[in-house]
């Protein structure tokens, strides 16, 4: 680790020293334990969002449940990776799936499919779709630069109002920072078992020109482990696909089953890697923009061992037309591209894309009334190929036109009313209308009280529409996933605390999945299952250098049978963290995630048992060593130490191959790193 460590040193002292000859003016893209000292406490803790209405508001005003995490939260808290950052937001879970997918994010509990098609990722607003499978966003989640972020702005509930399909149970909108000032950060990390990285931001302003530029690597320990499976008979040229939800029907009861008699189980010792990279680009002039990004992560899969590897790229052209001080709309395309490949089934590859154009208006109807609506149109094709370039079972296309509106209405001087229409015409299914209502009333400045109905829609993947292979069926005939979700809620805020509490009931209907009643199994919309809980959601500053958050969640679920628990997700989680701030340069903070015990039904017959309750405690110092050694050095040079997973625990997740409960590896324990941040002012 020592000499890494050095190397990684070195590296980044050389990185800064050359920068350093070109006379740079910084854009602090992350946050200081300065700028934390100069931010009031009541502008941290009233933010405006834009993600609920598309248009500016505060999150006291906006007609949804929502959570933002900041990038002083990530300065306080620390974070590598997207998916150790989301981790840490009320009401959202992580977990993993077989084959397609290692990094699931649900919203309050709602894991009911094998990849995260119920929750869709935003980037400054514009989604990021994988239509091939429906929601695969590993390489996301596991590589996106964390060092661009502003915030993270997520609705918990149905959005499909103004984002479209895949909206469900809950959208993350990841804002990125503007190139105000021109300036360069790079930073390097070395830690435990050969974790290493970097990352570097170059920020340009000159005139209305502006640029951001970003990097990011990095490669965490190989876990070495035992697994056992049942290796899959396959066709030649075929891999599996998707795994199944947990709503098949099952002749053993319950979400899963047991192992099916006479199947041949193999165990072996695997090594998983985790390794991931990406680039960022956002540039603008005047009112044209564009956006760019690529990602790409290596780990494994585990129906049939072997080194799996995603890769994503997206861009996003848009351009801002204002008609008057009243009118503004904007102009986007954007463009996604999915990859997949393993070294389970190394002549097999997995290629979808979308194509998204969308104009939206925001018109302020008067000042107590504004509008937003607007229309799109997108196309969309998968594949899976094999070497040959020949069809594996799996190819498709289809497109969809939609329109929407939203409108909000000040009824008196504490009270808003809001209600939303979209409609959505996806080829060879009928159109889908998705409404939503929302009141919200301020009765003081502090006190909030919210209720809303929203719904939603998931679209069918290619997989599930078009998959033709012998041991699964694809079915042209299948109809969108909907939800409809009821929320209320009660917030109170001064200057120095926050509370949330929030109650939810959503009735999911015609869930996708596999019914084994057929003679090959083949997609079905089947059953309904709903979901009641609730969540709860403070920050408080106990002292202007001290601050506490914390969150709870609780939900059950069932099925039109009666059958509970069909999430394999704990139904009751809870989440806290303590900073503190000294202004002479150091910030120590501790968070730590707590997942209650799952049903005994989860209880895997291969592999750990993941059905035990865990804490998983992590820690973050920071030393600016300008403040406290070098105060007369212009350039932020800092030092951070972080450790995840502090007491150990080796965490396995639930899913459902086949016939049989089994759990998969996904989090090996322990790990602590350390490393140098430098910015160029």
Same mark, same amino acid.
């Given at each position: 680790m020592k000499s890494t460590l050095l190397t990684t040193i070195k590296i980044t002292l050389l990185i800064f020293v050359l920068s350093n000859q070109q006379a740079f003016s910084q854009n602090k893209t992350s946050i200081t334990e300065e700028d934390l000292f100069e931010m009031s406490l009541e502008d941290l803790l009233n933010q405006s969002i834009t993600t609920v209405s598309k248009s500016a508001e505060k999150i006291g005003d906006a007609p949804g449940i929502v959570s933002v995490l900041t990038k002083e939260d990530i300065a306080m808290f620390g974070g590598t990776t997207l998916s150790s950052v989301l981790e840490r937001i009320p009401g959202l879970s992580l977990s993993s799936a077989s084959f397609t997918d290692r990094s699931i994010v649900s919203s309050r509990g709602e894991q009911i499919t094998s990849t995260s098609n119920h929750v869709l990722l935003l980037i400054d607003g514009r989604p990021i779709r994988e239509t091939l499978e429906g929601g695969v966003s590993s390489e996301m989640y596991e590589s996106f630069p964390v060092n661009v972020i502003e915030r993270i702005e997520v609705i918990k509930g149905p959005g499909s109002v103004l984002y479209g399909s895949n909206a469900f149970s809950g959208v993350v909108n990841i804002i990125t920072q503007q190139a105000n000032k021109t300036g360069l950060s790079v930073s390097g990390l070395a830690g435990t078992s050969g974790t290493k990285g970097t990352s570097a931001n170059l920020n340009v302003k000159a005139g209305d020109f502006e640029m951001l530029v970003a990097g990011n690597y990095l490669q965490k320990p190989v876990w070495e482990t035992d697994f056992t499976y049942s290796p899959m008979q396959m066709e030649p040229n075929q891999a599996p696909t998707v795994p199944d939800t947990l709503l098949n029907p099952n002749p053993t009861g319950g979400p899963g089953g047991d192992l099916p008699q006479g199947a041949q189980q193999t165990t072996q010792s695997v090594s998983i890697p985790n390794e991931g990279a990406s680039l960022f680009l956002k540039s603008s002039y005047k009112n044209l923009s564009f956006m760019s990004s690529y990602n790409q992560w290596e780990t494994m899969t585990f129906e049939t061992p072997g080194a799996a590897r995603w890769k994503k790229s997206f861009s996003n052209l848009g351009y801002d037309l204002n008609f008057s001080d009243k009118w503004n709309s904007n102009i986007n395309v954007s463009f996604t591209n999915s990859k997949f490949d393993t070294d389970s089934f190394p002549n097999i590859q997995r290629n979808s894309y979308e194509i998204l154009t969308e104009w939206t208006h925001n018109v302020s109807l008067s000042d107590k009334s504004k509008l937003v609506f607007g229309g799109l149109y997108s196309y969309s094709k998968g594949e899976e190929t094999n070497l040959s370039n020949e069809s594996a079972g799996v190819e498709g296309h289809r497109y969809s036109v939609g329109a929407y509106a939203q409108a909000d209405y000040q009824l008196l001087k504490s009270l808003k009313a809001t209600a939303g229409l979209q409609i959505n015409k996806i080829e060879n299914i009928d159109p889908k209308f998705v409404p939503r209502a929302a009141l919200v009333w301020n009765p003081t400045k502090h006190l909030n009280f919210k209720a809303l109905y929203s719904e939603a829609f998931r679209a069918p993947s290619i997989i599930e529409l078009s998959l033709d292979q012998p041991f699964r069926q694809g079915n042209s005939e299948l109809q969108p996933e909907t939800v409809g979700t009821i929320d209320l809620g009660a917030n109170y805020r001064n200057d120095k605390f926050q509370i949330g509490l929030n109650y939810f009931h959503s009735k999911l209907n015609d869930i996708i999945s596999l019914d084994h009643t057929f003679d090959i199994p083949t997609y079905q919309n089947l059953g309904e299952v709903i979901f009641n809980g609730g969540e709860m959601e403070t920050k408080y500053y106990l002292t202007r250098e001290l601050f506490f958050t914390g969150s709870a969640l609780y939900? +059950?679920?069932?099925? /039109?049978? &009666?059958?509970?628990?069909? =999430?394999? +997700?704990?139904?009751? =989680?809870?989440?806290? &963290?303590?900073?503190? =701030?000294? /202004?002479? *340069?150091?910030?120590? *903070?501790?968070?730590?995630?707590y997942q209650g015990a799952l049903d005994e039904s989860y209880s895997s017959s291969i592999n750990s048992s993941p059905i035990e309750s865990f804490n998983k405690l992590s820690a973050h110092i920071n030393f600016n060593i300008n403040k406290l050694f070098l105060p007369q050095v212009k350039q932020e040079i800092s030092m951070f130490i972080h450790a995840d997973n502090l007491l150990n625990k080796e965490i396995w997740t639930f899913t459902k191959a086949g016939q049989q409960n089994s759990s998969f590896p996904f989090n090996q324990g322990r790990m602590v790193y350390a490393g140098l941040s430098f910015k160029l002012f």
């Open positions: 939900q +059950t679920n069932k099925n /039109d049978n &009666g059958v509970e628990n069909l =999430s394999p +997700t704990a139904n009751f =989680s809870a989440k806290a &963290g303590l900073n503190y =701030s000294w /202004d002479k *340069g150091i910030s120590l *903070g501790v968070f730590n995630c």
